[in-house]
């Protein structure tokens, strides 16, 4: 079975530019999480999707992170502009509902470095 | 906002030795999950416990899940330079809530 796929794995950008980042769950889940793991910290959620509805997104700063998941399968995640303290690596993680003990199964994800 | 302790923050030890990891929080979990994670790679789930007083072995690791449901430890016997990696607790309040994740422990086991 497909694992859940994340691109790109490595990014690079300056501060004040965008950047966006592609998810692609595990086939028939229909829970996608996006989390920020910053540099020696666990990973934090910033927004959860079940099917293309959003369930959660408290902790997304939205005045420079946007995600969709338009036709409830793949998602993308932007940040626009970038700030120095988005460096981190972004996880996506998907799980076949948002039901009970929730066990999610994690990309490699995108490391961002912002400069 | 509900917090997830992880102590040790880190942690380096020799082959063979044991350790404990634990996980605490004030607040009560409906399930608690441990994960592994290597660099370069998301976290892959370890075990997932649900019962107050729950034992769950894993090969050389045993998970334990507090009586009141507020904490958990990770005991690893005999490590192996395999063992190491960053272990994270995370933990669900309500059944199909979000999980919050611990800050892990960064273990290092050397030959």
């Known amino acids: 079975e497909a694992g859940v796929a994340q691109s790109p794995r490595y990014k690079i950008i300056e501060k004040r530019q965008s950047v966006a980042f592609w998810c692609n769950p595990i086939?028939?889940?229909?829970?996608l999480y996006w989390y920020q793991q910053i540099l020696g910290q666990g990973p934090k959620l910033l927004i959860q999707?079940?099917?293309?509805?959003?369930?959660?997104d408290s902790q997304l700063p939205k005045d420079r992170f946007s995600a969709e998941r338009l036709k409830g399968v793949d998602s993308t995640l932007k940040i626009q502009p970038a700030k120095l303290e988005d460096s981190a690596v972004y996880l996506c993680?998907?799980?076949?509902?948002?039901?009970?003990?929730?066990?999610?199964?994690f990309g490699p994800g995108t490391r961002l470095t912002v400069l | 906002t509900q917090l997830l302790e992880q102590s040790p923050q880190f942690l380096s030890i020799q082959e063979g030795e044991n350790l404990t990891v634990y996980c605490n929080s004030s607040?009560?979990?409906?399930?608690l999950q441990w994960y592994r994670q290597e660099p370069g790679e998301g976290p892959v789930l370890l075990v997932t416990v649900v019962t107050g007083g729950e034992v769950k072995k894993l090969k050389r690791l045993t998970f334990q899940f507090g009586d009141a449901r507020k904490d958990s430890s990770l005991h690893i016997t005999a490590a192996q330079p395999g063992d190491t990696g960053l272990y994270l607790c995370a933990g669900e309040w309500n059944a199909g809530n979000m999980l919050t994740f611990g800050g892990g422990t960064r273990l290092m086991v050397k030959p």
């Open positions: 993680a998907s799980s076949l509902s948002s039901g009970i003990h929730n066990e999610q199964f």
């Open positions: 086939s028939g889940h229909a829970t």
């Open positions: 999707f079940q099917n293309n509805g959003v369930v959660d």
């Open positions: 607040s009560v979990f409906s399930s």
